[in-house]
């Protein structure tokens, strides 16, 4: 019998996948008419294969020989290539896209699941192709037909890479102070001048171009948000034949060094320096993508997309932690029972110390919760572009759109506290670099700020999606709540008095953002935006904890088992954390807003 994964647990992948999303019913769908049970699990055999092989191997190396600068060009280790040119030669990187651009029509949930697999092995040098393909994805919903054939088709065949490129050294997340500029040109193109700060894959040789997707202002574009228009400026412009030809005016300035994510570069990059001049002039050469004035509109595609991303690598951080965690914890003798007063008898597991399960079975909870809920986004995907109705695939949209936020915070936050409990079950070990949860929490601790701030998504959630459209998303959500709690209570048993817990607490996330904007003030509405966004969390995750325990129904097995002490852990101790959070919210505590900065 095959030794289980510690980076995921395929078993866990197959029921959330087939036993709970049904991705057999959406197989029947014309779009994906091609893909079969067996080429699922085709496909998901093959991502753990070569995460295994190619992608886990060097990521401690990567994580200790960070990227460097070397006479102006970046140097890594080798290994990073290597496994990026057999993932590309897989066709995973292509996979959920149209075979015209040589992918596969691959369902997005099982895209997702597959890719988890490398994130799990090494989140650093999986960053590279999660950029790219969010990149190429932007660009086939904004971009021309030239630009799709010229850039997307050899990003998805893993020659080129893409970046996205927003932030700047004295805006940070602020877009609306973004600066760098987009001057028009004669022959209708553009040149860009400005400086881009904290560039994920932003330079590098793995590849024979890059593809920058950047934030910039025309002339006269209006202040703010609304003046921002998207380029396409590639590292290289190319000849008439496709090939690369010189090399754009656009300069690594130098790369950031992250307590995690070592692997990934993360660059500053200056835009028309005049360190190069292509066709004898300065400034670095870019296309418009979409139209003028809109361009966060465009770029929220690779947002959006990108913060799911995050989400799901700290999901894959966080379950391959707690494997190693419990593979620990079932091995280590230390100890004897409660109770046993008998220094002579033999050590025991610590394991069988309640503590020790108690930070196993939060992590488990963490864990595959955020699995569950990353998969279910990938689901709504496939829903909001596939489905037999506008309806549906409306739904599915405001449904996507009002997770999004909690999909990318949820798992940043509560996988990392993961982390620190799989870091405390390996006691003195755990903090040393012999064992890997060291360097998952280091690399976890990046997500909650990566693709926007844990504040940021609590501003986004609160003051947009949850009020959008007279709330429309926040009531539908409600209705997918009420759904599984009837379900539940259907069944009977602790799942009937998880719906009442469950009822209980999607009444108070009514209640408390209806008085949250009674008023109409966004100045006291979101004061307290962050403990909105965690409780609001808490509450989506109980439900999807509930709606997969009823999915895993009454089976006696030890997988079926553990579903229903995850869930039950969660109900017990997880979900009444967020009423803490709605007593404040209710409160409209004034002790944060009416701090004076100076007295800090």
Sequence with gaps: MATPSTLLSRQDLDFLLHRWLDVGGLLERPRFADHSRETVDAVLDLSEQLAARHFAPHNKRADHSEPRVVDGRVEMIPEVSRALAAFAASGLLAAPMEPELGGARLPRVVATACFAWFQAANVGTSAYPMLTRGNAALLCAHGTREQIDTWVRPMLAGRFYGTMCLSEPQAGSALADVATRAERQPDGGYRLFGTKMWISAGDHELGENIVHLVLARTPGAPAGVKGLSLFLVPKYLLRPDGSTGERNDVSLV??????????????????????????????????????????????????????????????????????????????????????????????????????????????????????????????????????????????????????????KSWPSQWCLEGNHLAIQVHGGYGYTRDYDVEQHYRDNRLNPIHEGTHGIQALDLLGRRAIRDGGAALALLGDRVADTAARARKAGGDAAGFARELHAAWSRVQAVTAALWADGDPARALVHATAYLEAVGHVVLAWLWLDVR???????????????????????????????????????????????????
């Design 254 to 407: 130098g790369l950031n060094h992250k307590m995690g994510y070592r692997g990934t570069t993360n660059a500053v990059l200056a835009f028309g320096e005049g360190r190069h001049s292509p066709g004898g002039a300065p400034g670095a050469v870019g296309e418009l993508v979409g139209a003028e004035n809109r361009g966060l509109a465009c770029m929220f595609h690779m947002m959006n997309e990108a913060r799911i991303g995050v989400g799901a690598g700290a999901a894959a951080l966080g379950y391959t932690a707690y494997l190693k965690a419990l593979e620990y914890a079932r091995t280590r003798l230390q100890g004897r029972p409660l109770g046993d007063k008998d220094p002579s008898g033999p050590p025991v597991p610590i394991i069988e110390h309640p503590d020790v399960r108690r930070m196993l079975l939060a992590q488990k909870s963490y864990a595959e919760g955020a699995m569950a809920l990353i998969l279910y986004c990938a689901r709504l995907v496939d829903e909001r572009d596939t489905a037999a109705t506008a309806q549906a695939r409306e739904e599915a949209a405001r449904l996507l759109d009002i997770l999004t936020p909690i999909a």
């Design 550 to 600: 009823l999915a895993a129904g009454p089976e006696d097995s030890a997988f079926h088992r553990g579903k229903r002490a995850a869930c039950r852990y969660f109900f017990r101790h997880e979900l009444p954390k967020a009423h803490t959070q709605f007593d404040l919210l209710e409160s409209r505590d004034g002790t944060v807003a009416e701090t004076d900065p100076g007295w800090l």
